[in-house]
């Protein structure tokens, strides 16, 4: 598996990576297929049907909105979501489907967008079923793709040959464990994010990379302060979920000073940094995918306390935060997988504080040993975090576990920093384990809202 950096930091909308961004993408990849094969002018309909996990939270997470959005030629980091609104009203006002923007087809959503509620494909709970009919109801072309996490979408050819991306360059310096990412730190003296920087030249220059990167620091950063100044008031969805971030942030700026005697006080402002994204991204915002929507504010909040609390913090320091996050991405991507469909939350959460454990590890001078160390105690504690979203909104109690698992980051950290970098577990025993727990896990836990907090809440 070949996995840019930039694959793993996408800039996005919410809710969800998964369900909202790899639907888009998907059903873009069909529209601009129809077009590529000349069929977009003989389409005389489309349909979409959801399977699996998408089914069943789809409508909460956005799929059915994202998918119609996608057919139009709508990308996720292309589309202002002010404008969204305004798209599907003019699509349910004429009953007409502007596919790619270009050929418009009618469309009828009880026929042509289907939940296919208990009902799965066999090669993962996120997937989704594409046709295209012409005028006299022919077949022109039916596509199976899947969505597999963290936004990235893959055809059913691809997932059965066993992959999970599209083949890419012959890397320099390719690693498929910890183990054997270690080892070129070790053979050519340096950290893991000079090996992310090595292979990532196989696809631009290192001015594109460090512009690159820091253009998706800033991309989080305007989301953490669009969060701390929104408006007061409550998140879409009908269980009324008040917006925290707002007051939060006006009582730390009223008692800053006061707080420097709290020793405790810089929890406060990461909890602020991630419950500020992950508020923006329930609204259906502008995040940035980091590795999923739903763990999205965990790296910001730790990158963010790197720049405003850590003494010596610079723009070197975000882009190697960045890189060697990345790496341990990929590690987890190639190796389990980063879908709370498919694994549950230890899938999202999980992966997103490793990751940030071992970027923030790396910046405040930890060696690659005492990185990797960080990337599994993050993981670790986060083994079996099932992901049951309550009514399927990427809300309650997703909002809250970023904040969380930005502390533990933090934590994780801290504690490699004091060791040696020797330690019992390794990074590749635990996301060996996770990939495992997450195989053993009941399907009810794994993004269904079946089990957990997504049922036990109603009856409070």
């Known amino acids: 598996m070949v996995v840019s950096v930039f694959e793993l930091f996408r800039i996005g909308i919410g809710p969800s990576s998964s369900h909202t961004v790899g639907p888009m993408r998907a059903a873009r990849a069909f529209a601009c297929a129809l077009a590529d094969q000349g069929l977009l002018e003989r389409t005389a309909r489309v349909s979409c049907r959801l399977y699996g996990s998408l089914s069943a939270t789809g409508r909460g997470h956005g799929s059915d909105r994202a998918v119609l959005l996608g057919f139009m030629g709508e ?23 502007p596919l790619l923007g270009r050929h418009a087809v009618p469309f009828d959503a009880r026929r042509d967008l289907v939940l296919e509620r208990g009902r799965g494909l066999s090669l993962h709970p996120n997937g989704m079923r594409f046709e295209a009919h012409d005028a006299a109801g022919a077949l022109l072309l039916q596509q199976d793709m899947y969505s597999i996490g963290g936004g990235f979408v893959v055809d059913a050819r691809t997932l059965a040959a066993g992959q999970h991306a599209e083949p890419g360059p012959a890397l320099p310096l390719p690693f498929h464990s910890a183990e054997e990412l270690l080892g070129h730190c070790a053979r050519l003296r340096c950290s893991i994010g000079d090996v992310m920087r090595l ?17 998706i620091w800033h991309a989080m950063r305007d989301c953490a302060a669009r969060g701390c100044r929104a408006d ?20 730390l700026q009223q008692h800053g000073s006061a707080g420097q005697q709290d020793p405790l006080r810089a929890l406060d402002w990461v909890n602020l940094w991630a419950l500020a994204v992950n508020e923006q991204n329930a609204s259906g915002g502008r995040v940035v995918t980091a590795p999923t ?8 909040a730790v990158l963010h306390y790197y720049v405003e609390l ?14 060697t996050a990345g790496a341990i991405g990929v590690l987890y991507k190639e190796n389990a997988s980063i879908s709370g469909a498919e694994v549950g939350c230890q899938g999202e959460v999980g992966v997103a504080c490793s990751m940030a454990a071992a970027g923030l590890c790396a910046v405040l001078g930890g060696s690659p040993a005492q990185v990797e160390n960080a990337a599994e105690i993050g993981m670790e504690h986060h083994l079996g975090l099932t992901c049951d979203p309550v ?3 990427v809300q309650v ?7 969380m698992g930005a502390v533990q980051a933090i934590n994780s950290a801290r504690m490699a920093l004091h060791g040696s970098g020797h330690h019992l577990v390794s990074l590749d025993q635990v996301i060996k384990t996770m990939r495992e727990t997450g195989a053993d896990m009941r399907s009810k836990y794994k993004e269904t809202s079946r089990g957990g907090l997504a049922v036990n809440i109603i009856e409070c």
């Open 75 to 97: 990308t996720p980091d292309g589309i202002d979501p002010d404008r969204i609104p305004q798209l599907l009203q003019a699509l349910q006002d004429s009953g007409s489907l």
């Open 199 to 215: 292979n990532e030249r196989c696809w631009r220059g290192d001015e594109a990379i460090d512009s690159g990167l820091l253009g």
């Open 232 to 251: 007061e008031g409550e998140l879409p969805g009908g269980f009324r979920v008040r917006l925290r971030a707002p007051a939060l942030w006006r009582s």
């Open 293 to 300: 929507n739903g763990a999205a504010g965990i790296v910001p």
């Open 310 to 323: 850590c003494p010596g913090a610079d723009e070197a320091g975000v882009v190697e935060f960045l890189l």
């Open 391 to 393: 009514g399927g909104l």
């Open 397 to 403: 109690p997703c909002i809250e576990r970023n904040a």
